[in-house]
């Protein structure tokens, strides 16, 4: 078994891949020889799984999964989890915006105790468009399924066997490895890492995936949407019953009737969008409770290096 593994998520990065096994194989030899690197390229439109092929060919100790089509980040590192053999495992991002550097320092603090150690970004790197919207998104998250996920923590981690092997037993279909790990409840702690520029390309994580992203972890984490809805609901129904008092009192002192076309018509349509709206989310649940149900498997596995 190798004593420490490394998952990484492969998504169009060929310019990349070179650099990240040349840092990633430098750094991990300062621990140990027994490790294992383990790429899994999420259907990528590039050269990548031809540079993955070609690398293990020269190490076997690196190894390869390709994706039949892209499923997603978080899938990639679910496959990644699935065939891993280490001790420890290592998850990072292949853009070296998280640097490989930084790995002996995470496993020296998890020999302190702990099972999982979360690199926690200093001065981030990232456009502050792209800033704001990782910000904005963990805002939301944590109002929404009450949680306290930190927004300097992305991907990079590192974590014991006994995490992997739980992570498994989790089959559910909306995928996000952070919020999983995050409700195990194993003993975990964070170090302070320094954030890096992107060695080359452009990211592929644009702000429609992160807002789909938000949408599903939103509803595979939280029925809070729906308890939303009931408050809404509840407060529509009050403001109603009040103003149907304000107009019996008025009529009682002044014997005036108030009607109004106007005011009937934009009632109608205003409790007609929240209807609509109710209706809406309550469907996106039973859309996601119908996916959970066909049971069908979280990735397919095209080809594979050394596997």
Not at 131 to 143: A, E, P
């Amino acid at each position: 078994m190798a004593h420490i593994s490394v998952v990484t998520p492969v998504y169009n990065e060929e310019s990349c891949l070179r650099e990240l096994y040349r840092r990633l194989k430098a750094s991990l030899t300062t621990i140990t020889d027994d490790f294992e690197i383990l790429l899994v390229d999420d259907g990528s439109t590039d050269r990548s799984w031809e540079i993955i092929s070609e690398l293990s060919q020269q190490d076997k100790r690196l190894k390869g999964l390709q994706f039949s089509r892209n499923f997603g980040q978080h899938y990639g590192i679910t496959a990644g989890l699935d065939y891993c053999d280490g001790d420890w495992v290592v998850v990072i991002d292949c853009d070296l915006q998280d640097r490989p550097e930084e790995i002996p320092r995470l496993y020296a603090k998890a020999q302190e105790g702990y099972d999982i150690v979360l690199a926690r970004r200093g001065k981030r790197r990232d456009p502050i468009l792209k800033r704001f919207v990782s910000w904005l998104f963990y805002k939301v998250f944590n109002y929404f399924t009450e949680m306290h996920y930190d927004s300097q923590v992305g991907n990079f981690r590192i974590i014991s066997r006994r995490v992997v092997e739980n992570l498994r037993k989790v089959r559910e279909q909306l995928r996000f490895i952070g919020g999983i790990v995050d409700w195990m409840g194993f003993p975990k702690t964070s170090i302070q890492v320094q954030h890096a520029e992107r060695f080359s390309g452009k990211g592929t994580y644009t702000f429609r995936k992160q807002w789909k992203l938000a949408q599903d972890i939103i509803i595979a984490y939280s029925d809070k949407p729906l308890r939303l809805s009931i408050r809404v609901g509840f407060v529509i129904s009050v403001l109603a019953f009040l103003y149907g008092v304000y107009i019996i009192c008025r009529a009682l002192a002044h014997g005036v009737n108030v009607t109004g076309w106007s005011s009937l018509i934009v009632s109608v349509y205003f409790l007609g969008g929240i209807v609509i709206s109710i209706l809406g989310v309550i469907g996106i649940y039973l859309g996601r409770t119908f996916t959970e149900t066909k049971k069908r498997p979280l990735y397919i596995i095209e080809q594979r290096r050394n596997v």
